[in-house]
């Protein structure tokens, strides 16, 4: 298994351009989520799935689009970047009735 | 929504003393508490749990208790080694529910 795999693993931008940060799991897991780490700060998260075709927001959604069109991938979308979206992404997974969640290993985005 | 606190923010020990990491959670219906570990660097990774029908479990250094009446529970770290500086986050979650909140996180230094 390859786990979680998250791809760019960096990215920079420039204000207004968007971009899309892709995550995708071969473990089967139900559940997916995309959080964001700012430089000394804790993990906040953006937006969830519970299985494909349902997403719903967690704490930051505000500039980001989700969807879930298959159990394996959770694509993460900026439809106009700006420098407040500069951080470390991190995609995560885990299987509904459990509580483990298992990461990516981050995407640093910065937007000029 | 969960309201999750961590304290303290940062603690420096020195090595081969004991380190302790509280975690206090507003949800009643919390019955998975995580504790995750974050090299510089590197992603988040689970290092003990412990679920409500237990109040105390232990690998090796490292311990975490519940107190579910008072709505928190602890990271214990004994014999602290070099290698186990790094940023520590709970992130107390509802099993029957969905999204899970991080913990601020306390980084921890390890003096040799």
């Known amino acids: 298994n390859a786990g979680v795999t998250q791809t760019p693993k960096f990215q920079v931008l420039k204000t207004g351009q968007s971009m899309t940060l892709q995550c995708a799991q071969d473990m089967n897991h139900e559940y997916m989520s995309w959080y964001r780490q700012d430089p000394g700060m804790g993990l906040r998260l953006i937006h969830y799935?519970?299985?494909?075709?349902?997403?719903d927001q967690g704490e930051v959604p505000n500039g980001y689009n989700v969807s879930r069109s298959t159990t394996e991938d959770f694509p993460l979308r900026l439809l106009s970047a700006a420098p407040s979206q500069t951080s470390v992404y991190f995609c995560?997974?885990?299987?509904?009735?459990?509580?483990?969640?298992?990461f990516g290993e981050g995407s640093r985005l910065t937007v000029l | 929504g969960e309201n999750v606190e961590q304290h303290p923010s940062t603690l420096s020990v020195q090595e081969g003393d004991s380190a302790v990491i509280k975690c206090t959670y507003s949800d009643s219906a919390s019955n998975y508490f995580p504790w995750y570990k974050q090299e510089l660097g590197k992603r988040p990774q689970l290092i003990i749990d412990?679920?409500?029908?237990?109040g105390e479990k232990k690998d090796q250094r490292i311990a975490v208790t519940l107190n579910k009446t008072a709505k928190h529970f602890s990271l214990h770290i004994t014999e602290t080694q070099p290698e186990d500086s790094a940023v520590y986050f709970c992130?107390?979650?509802?099993?029957?529910?969905?999204?899970?909140?991080f913990g601020a996180g306390t980084r921890l230094f390890v003096k040799a």
């Open positions: 995560a997974s885990r299987r509904s009735n459990t509580g483990e969640l298992f």
């Open positions: 799935s519970v299985g494909a075709g349902i997403t």
């Open positions: 412990i679920r409500s029908n237990v």
């Open positions: 992130a107390p979650y509802n099993t029957g529910g969905f999204k899970t909140i």
